[in-house]
């Protein structure tokens, strides 16, 4: 028998629906430690505002520790009311989050989005364009582009560079298309380059790795008004869509809402080691936390993609998409998916949990 396989996580539950959620990835990962003979040591650390609370600050150094003594990160959500009156860089979500982005230069954020049939009530599209479902990524540079050229806010102007340079198109194009490389085989670059200079020389080097690296895969471009459409209308075209920071944001919030509840989506920052933080695309989502009614999907697919991506435990992982799968098909759904219809019924947060449990120790 090989010998079991160790990972360490850092386990950051934070605030609001986050702790409760992460109650059933814990559930999870316990159940597939037991199928798949892999052993993951938990490093639970304060973080956002549980942390402010207890210690005085967001990012406490002995969390930042713990992180950098992990594979890998798993992020519930940080935030909420009893914050909001701190100065910004004090506040759970840009004290704790942009650190620890910048910290491990996590410059990849890779969105799975998607929807199955039996979902399709949840998302704004047209059954008809819903049709068999769709399954796609948005993979956004995170560190580059507008957000942080050069800045200026004069009296009579305002200005924001918008850059990137060679190493950060190369590697973020790496990401798109080796994930590519294990899904459908296509990746849709987005930008605009019919008018910016930053977008031609974008285009210019995703062409060049693509050449030279990746020609096997199938490469489309689209500008940016474009692929907002496009999106609407053929979400199921896609496979890989890759994107700058700005664009990115602007697509990544567009194909969440698309598939239906944001209980539902998982997300994924690494770095060019593939070491990752791990967390749901939501928030701490205080107007519900502590009623065992959130959705805990996007925390567990979360967790599916930290297996898939940082331990390559591909099996693993798909063995958590399946088993959620197949408890949405057997009509299992917290209330933000529950639509009432026939051969539906609504459940909690830990019945939700122990259902994907089952279905993966099945
Ligand atoms: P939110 O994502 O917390 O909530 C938006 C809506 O989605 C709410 O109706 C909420 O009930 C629902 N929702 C979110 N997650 C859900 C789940 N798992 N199951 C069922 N329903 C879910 O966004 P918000 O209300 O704008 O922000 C609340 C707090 O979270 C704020 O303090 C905000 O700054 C913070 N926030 C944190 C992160 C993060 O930690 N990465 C991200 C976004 C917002």
């Known amino acids: 028998m090989s010998p079991q396989k160790n990972y360490k996580i850092a386990v950051l539950a934070g605030d609001g629906i986050g702790p409760e959620v992460m109650t059933e990835v814990k559930k999870v990962l316990?159940?597939?430690?037991?199928?798949?003979?892999?052993?993951?040591?938990?490093?639970?650390?304060?973080?956002?505002?549980?942390?402010?609370?207890?210690?005085?600050?967001p990012l406490p150094t002995a969390t930042l520790k713990a992180c950098e003594e992990s594979d890998a990160i798993l992020f519930g959500s940080v935030g909420g009311e009893n914050w909001n009156s701190l100065p910004p860089?004090?506040?759970?979500?840009?004290?704790?989050?942009?650190?620890?982005r910048k910290h491990f230069d996590l410059f990849a954020n890779i969105r799975p989005a998607g929807i199955s049939?039996?979902?399709?009530?949840?998302?704004?599209?047209?059954?008809?364009?819903?049709?068999?479902?769709?399954?796609?990524?948005?993979?956004?540079?995170?560190?580059?582009d507008v957000y942080f050229g050069e800045k200026k806010l004069e009296k009579d102007f305002g200005s924001d560079l918008m850059i990137y340079k060679k190493n950060e198109v190369e590697?973020?194009?790496?990401v798109a298309f080796e994930l590519a490389r294990n899904s459908r085989q296509k990746v849709t670059n987005v930008d605009k380059a019919n008018v910016l200079a930053t977008s031609q020389f974008w285009r210019s080097i995703v062409e060049e790795i693509h050449a030279k690296e990746f020609p096997e895969i199938e490469l489309e471009h689209l500008y940016i008004d474009n692929a907002t459409m496009q999106l609407l209308t053929r979400p199921a075209d896609f496979d890989v869509i890759l994107a700058g920071n700005l664009f990115g944001d602007i697509l990544s919030d567009e194909a969440a809402q698309i598939s239906g509840s944001i209980g539902m989506q998982a997300s994924a920052s690494i770095n060019?080691?593939?070491?990752?933080?791990?967390?749901?695309?939501?928030?701490?989502?205080?107007?519900?936390?502590?009623?065992?009614?959130?959705n805990p999907i996007a925390q567990i697919g979360?967790?599916?993609?930290?297996?898939?991506?940082?331990?390559?435990?591909?099996?693993?992982?798909?063995?958590?998409?399946?088993?959620?799968?197949?408890?949405?098909?057997?009509?299992?759904?917290?209330?933000?998916?529950?639509?009432d219809s026939a051969g539906e019924q609504k459940?909690?947060?830990?019945?939700?949990?122990?259902?994907?449990?089952?279905n993966i120790l099945k």
């Open 272 to 294: 060019s080691k593939k070491f990752g933080l791990y967390e749901p695309m939501g928030g701490s989502a205080p107007s519900i936390a502590g009623k065992g009614i959130a």
């Open 117 to 144: 049939p039996i979902l399709k009530n949840s998302s704004p599209l047209k059954p008809e364009i819903i049709g068999n479902g769709f399954h796609f990524t948005v993979v956004r540079e995170l560190t580059g």
């Open 347 to 358: 459940v909690s947060t830990s019945e939700m949990g122990d259902s994907i449990i089952k």
């Open 30 to 57: 316990a159940a597939v430690s037991k199928k798949f003979f892999l052993d993951f040591e938990l490093k639970e650390s304060l973080v956002g505002g549980a942390a402010i609370d207890a210690i005085g600050e």
């Open 171 to 174: 590697r973020i194009a790496r």
């Open 89 to 100: 860089e004090k506040r759970p979500e840009v004290g704790a989050l942009l650190p620890l």
């Open 302 to 339: 979360s967790a599916a993609m930290m297996l898939e991506i940082s331990f390559g435990e591909t099996e693993a992982a798909s063995a958590i998409e399946d088993a959620i799968q197949k408890t949405l098909e057997g009509g299992l759904l917290t209330a933000d998916i529950f639509t």
